[in-house]
Every structure is written in C-alpha cells, then in structure tokens.
C-alpha cells in the first residue's frame, strides 16, 4: 500500500530518491576529502576503506529499508495509535516495520552496493572460493544485526517513549563507525562493539578477513565466520526484548 | 519587541519540555562526537598540521561541531515542518491576520529554540568531549563571550535559509524535497562534516564564501581564538552581511507569497 501510495507521486519520489542517494553520499565525499590530504587513514588505503564503507552501506541499507520505519513506535506510543495496531490480526512487528515503507530507501542501498563495486575494481584480492561465499554472507547477515538494533531500540521505546535517538547512535552511528577501520578507534571501543553490542560482525572481522587484514584484537580466526551465528543471536535478543516490551505496554490513556 | 521576548522564551520552554528527549540527543551528539574525533585523530596523525589545525584544535573543532549541530539546526528542523504544515493546510492565513510579523515572530520561536539546544543538546557533550580527549579551550572569558555572538549570528543566518525554504512551499505545497537539498547543502557546505579550510581549490574558496560557513565554521574559528583585531571584525560582518541579505530576500519572497494567498482567497 505505502509503495502505491509513493509511486502516486513519481515526480516527488524521484527527487527524495535521489535525495537519499546525495545524502548517503556525503559521508563518502567526506571520506573522498579526506585522501585528498593523505594516502592511507590508519594504515588503509582508499579502496580498503571504500570496502568497508561499501559493506556496511549495503547491510545497512537492507535493515533501514524492510525495518527502517521502526523508530516511528516511541511517537506511536506517546499518541496511543499503537492501539489500533493491536486489533488487527497482523503481528504488530510487521505492521510496525509496514508502517511508512518507503521505497526511496533503495537509494542507500544503491550508492552502497555502487562504492562496493568500486573498491572491489581496485582491490588486488586474491579470491578463493571461501572469500567469494563470504560476500554475500557478510552482506546478509549485517543486514540481520543492523535489523535487530533496530528492533531492540524500537522495543526500548516503550518504556523510554522518547528517546528515538539512543537508536540512532547504534545505527547511524554504528553505521558510520564501521565505515572506518577498526585501527583507528580505541580499543575499548572496538571491544565494545565486538562482545557488547556486536556491531563488528556487520563488516569489520569478515572483511579484514577477504583483505587479508589482522583484526586489532587479535580474536581467534574463525570469529570471522561468526557473523551468520551472531545474526541469529541478535534476531532472537532483540525478539524476545520486543515481546517483553509489547506484554508491558499500557496505552496512553489507562 | 516584548512580545517576541516572549515568544522566545516560549519556544525555549517548548524544547526544555522533553527532557528524555534531551537526554538521548545529548547521548547520539556524544557518541557521534567519538567516531568523528577518532577519525579526525587518525587524519591529523598522518597530516599533521592540516588546515591550520594541530591536534587538539582539530578535536576541538570535532565537539563545537557537536554543541552547535542542533543549535544551528544544521540538519535542519526547527520550526521548519510545522510552518509548512502551515501552508499546506492553509492555517498560515490566520497567522496572517495576528498584529505580529510573520518572519519576526518565527525567527524568535527559533532563537529561543537554539538557546535550549545550546545549553541542553551542546555544554554535556563538549564536557564529556573535554574530559576525553585534550582539546583547545579559551583561556579568557572574552573569546567565550565572542563565540556565543557568533554563534547567534550563526542562528539567525541559519533561520533565515530555512525560512526561504519554508516558503517555496507556498508554491510546491510539499516542502519535503527542497527540506532535503537544504539539508544537505547545509551539513556540507557549513564545514560539520570536514573543516572547510580542508576543502581543496575552487570547493574550498567557494564553500567559504558561501552563508553555511557561518553555521559552524565561523564559530569554531572564533571559539579556537583563530580569528583577531580586524579578522574578528570581518567574520562578524560576513555573518551579518548574509543574515540582512536573506532575511530580506525572505521578506521580498513573503510578500509575493502571501499576495498569491490573497488572490487564492478570492
């Protein structure tokens, strides 16, 4: 229904499109600016770092297209439409995650994958089959995690009811940190981000994997084939934090 | 003028009502704030020196950035989406009729509106930023003084581009493409994402000509102390000079508008 009732407005669609585009390009002509002084950023060059930046657009880009809409649920919550939601026979997270899907989400996906095929024209990588079955692997699963974040903040909202931007610093922020190599963040906050909330099995340890990188940590090498495992771990955490979540909700007026 | 002093203070009591929300902005500045320091630590460790900054200036930069994103209202926001709401429904007829200015009584909403997000979205992160990693603060209460009136200046030119935006929808109805262009034009051309003296050749010389410069390039300049005697003198003009001119670019396009208005209105 949201994507008929867009594509009502070609013209609009279009603009916001290609408006999401420019804007989850920007990070990258920051990233462009920046090699324009130096050739490597924490010992990576361009194409390394457009890797990561290319991976993790693309993960991202999948979670905020199909769960993107998820940060709506604290305003839901504050007016008490959440309620109407209850009384139809649809699992409230699919309505929730419906709710406004917009279509010109597709522009971060699109700018992501482009960067990627860039960097992958550049790299010098030496395929084998184990790499090759780790791109998908990696872009499906960052994709889960980031979607779980995304459920988990939503899931927060119920008792926060206004605090939609903690969410956005796990995921824009996330994000936009995993952009950057691990090398150049301290390293506490790479632990964090590995054991805490896992945010580096989106892209960092795989990656540095197909690049044949040392991870910063030092963590044993089959980690890096852990993102799928960690995936379903996230999805099932951030399930059960939404079920929590719905079970306590009272609604506004009670 | 009373009355806009009230309307300030209203538009600053109106923010200081969501305290949750305050708290969970002041979080994401935060920790935005520690993925940009990093990788500008990781830039001026390769360069060091670029742009004119060293280090802590650098980081410096980093968490004004922060204070000043919601202040200036960068990404846009503000009074923004509720005077196109405005517009579109035809409310903005009633505004209108009411004995006060149209662009004054926004710009004064807007201004209380910075001064809440100065103080509840800006002094915790730039703290937290000043216990983390070493930064460059003013050592006299001067150039705290003078960073504040820049910062005001850089409100008020950042009000008025987004009132321009606020009144293409008079004719688009939707403001919703242009509010994104305008973002974007702002975050990059105001130097939040990459000081603008970084920016090379023909970019650089026209980015810093451009009134998003006031926003937070400005600002940080005058906070680091980089700008002196007659420098301060020019920065102060070059926001003040861009405020007066598109405040009455926006007073010219209003009063074409709202004669459209009239004539819609039989």
Same mark, same amino acid.
């Given at each position: 229904?949201?994507?008929?009732?867009?594509?009502?407005?070609?013209?609009?669609?279009?603009?916001?499109?290609?408006?999401?585009?420019?804007?989850?390009?920007?990070?990258?002509?920051?990233?462009?600016?920046?090699?324009?002084?130096?050739?490597?950023?924490?010992?990576?060059?361009?194409?390394?770092?457009?890797?990561?930046?290319?991976?993790?657009? =693309?993960?991202? @880009?999948?979670?905020? !297209?199909?769960?993107?809409?998820?940060?709506?649920?604290?305003?839901? #919550? +504050?007016?008490? *439409?959440?309620?109407?939601?209850l009384l139809r026979p649809v699992p409230v997270l699919a309505q929730v995650a419906a709710d406004r899907f917009a279509l010109r989400r597709l522009g971060r996906i699109t700018q992501g994958s482009?960067?990627?095929?860039?960097?992958?024209?550049?790299?010098?990588?030496?395929?084998?089959?184990?790499?090759?079955?780790?791109?998908?692997?990696?872009?499906?699963?960052?994709?889960?995690?980031?979607?779980?974040?995304?459920?988990?903040?939503?899931?927060?909202?119920?008792?926060?009811?206004?605090?939609?931007?903690?969410?956005?610093?796990? =995921?824009?922020? @996330?994000?936009?940190? !995993?952009?950057?190599?691990?090398?150049?963040?301290?390293?506490?906050? #790479? +632990?964090?981000? *590995?054991?805490?909330?896992?945010?580096?099995?989106?892209?960092?340890?795989?990656?540095?994997?197909?690049?044949?990188?040392?991870?910063?940590?030092?963590?044993?090498?089959?980690?890096?084939?852990?993102?799928?495992?960690?995936?379903?771990?996230?999805?099932?955490?951030?399930?059960?934090?939404?079920?929590?979540?719905?079970?306590?909700?009272?609604?506004?007026?009670? | 003028?009373?009355?806009?002093?009230?309307?300030?203070?209203?538009?600053?009591?109106?923010?200081?009502?969501?305290?949750?929300?305050?708290?969970?902005?002041?979080?994401?500045?935060?920790?935005?704030?520690?993925?940009?320091?990093?990788?500008?630590?990781?830039?001026?460790?390769?360069?060091?020196?670029?742009?004119?900054?060293?280090?802590?200036?650098?980081?410096?930069?980093?968490?004004?950035?922060?204070?000043?994103?919601?202040?200036?209202?960068?990404?846009?926001?503000?009074?923004?989406?509720?005077?196109?709401?405005?517009?579109?429904?035809?409310?903005?007829?009633?505004?209108?009729?009411?004995?006060?200015?149209?662009?004054?009584?926004?710009?004064?909403?807007?201004?209380?509106?910075?001064?809440?997000?100065?103080?509840?979205?800006?002094?915790?992160?730039?703290?937290?930023?000043?216990?983390?990693?070493?930064?460059?603060?003013?050592?006299?209460?001067?150039?705290?003084?003078?960073?504040?009136?820049?910062?005001?200046?850089?409100?008020?030119?950042?009000?008025?581009?987004?009132?321009?935006?606020?009144?293409?929808?008079?004719?688009?109805?939707?403001?919703?493409?242009?509010?994104?262009?305008?973002?974007?034009?702002?975050?990059?051309?105001?130097?939040?994402?990459?000081?603008?003296?970084?920016?090379?050749?023909?970019?650089?010389?026209?980015?810093r000509a451009l009134p998003w410069a006031a926003l937070q390039q400005i600002p940080a300049d005058v906070f680091l102390g980089r700008h002196t005697g007659t420098g301060l003198l020019r920065v102060?003009?070059?926001?003040?000079?861009?405020?007066?001119?598109?405040?009455?670019?926006?007073?010219?396009?209003?009063?074409?508008?709202?004669?459209?208005?009239?004539?819609?209105?039989?």
């Open positions: 229904m949201w994507v008929r009732s867009t594509m009502a407005y070609r013209a609009s669609f279009l603009m916001t499109a290609l408006g999401n585009f420019a804007t989850t390009g920007l990070d990258f002509a920051t990233i462009l600016l920046m090699f324009s002084h130096v050739t490597t950023l924490g010992g990576f060059s361009l194409p390394e770092v457009a890797f990561l930046y290319g991976t993790t657009s =693309t993960a991202f @880009g999948l979670a905020d !297209l199909t769960m993107g809409s998820m940060d709506r649920l604290g305003r839901r #919550v +504050r007016d008490g *439409t959440l309620d109407t939601l482009l960067v990627l095929g860039w960097s992958l024209s550049r790299l010098d990588i030496d395929w084998t089959v184990l790499k090759v079955l780790m791109m998908p692997m990696m872009l499906l699963s960052g994709g889960a995690i980031f979607g779980a974040v995304f459920v988990a903040g939503a899931a927060f909202q119920f008792w926060a009811g206004d605090a939609s931007e903690v969410q956005n610093s796990f =995921t824009y922020g @996330g994000n936009t940190l !995993l952009q950057y190599p691990p090398s150049i963040f301290a390293k506490d906050l #790479v +632990r964090g981000v *590995t054991f805490i909330v896992p945010l580096a099995f989106v892209n960092w340890l795989p990656a540095l994997r197909i690049l044949g990188r040392d991870d910063p940590l030092a963590l044993p090498g089959w980690l890096d084939f852990a993102s799928p495992l960690v995936a379903v771990a996230c999805c099932a955490v951030a399930g059960l934090a939404w079920r929590t979540g719905l079970r306590s909700y009272r609604s506004t007026g009670s | 003028m009373r009355l806009y002093a009230a309307v300030a203070l209203s538009g600053f009591r109106r923010f200081a009502t969501y305290r949750v929300a305050t708290a969970a902005g002041v979080f994401t500045n935060t920790v935005f704030g520690f993925i940009l320091a990093y990788t500008y630590v990781a830039l001026w460790d390769a360069r060091p020196g670029l742009g004119g900054y060293d280090r802590s200036q650098a980081l410096t930069y980093v968490w004004v950035g922060q204070a000043l994103l919601m202040t200036t209202a960068m990404m846009g926001g503000g009074f923004q989406d509720e005077l196109i709401e405005r517009i579109r429904t035809g409310d903005v007829a009633i505004d209108l009729y009411r004995p006060a200015d149209l662009q004054l009584w926004w710009l004064a909403t807007d201004l209380g509106r910075a001064a809440f997000h100065l103080l509840g979205r800006g002094v915790v992160p730039l703290l937290i930023g000043s216990l983390a990693f070493d930064l460059a603060l003013p050592a006299g209460p001067l150039t705290w003084l003078l960073f504040l009136v820049s910062v005001a200046l850089g409100v008020v030119v950042s009000f008025a581009l987004r009132y321009l935006v606020v009144l293409s929808a008079f004719w688009l109805l939707d403001g919703a493409g242009v509010s994104q262009i305008a973002g974007l034009a702002s975050m990059f051309f105001s130097g939040a994402l990459l000081p603008l003296t970084l920016f090379p050749g023909w970019l650089g010389e026209l980015a102060f003009a070059f926001q003040a000079g861009w405020a007066l001119a598109l405040l009455a670019a926006g007073r010219a396009l209003q009063s074409v508008a709202t004669r459209k208005v009239v004539v819609q209105g039989g």
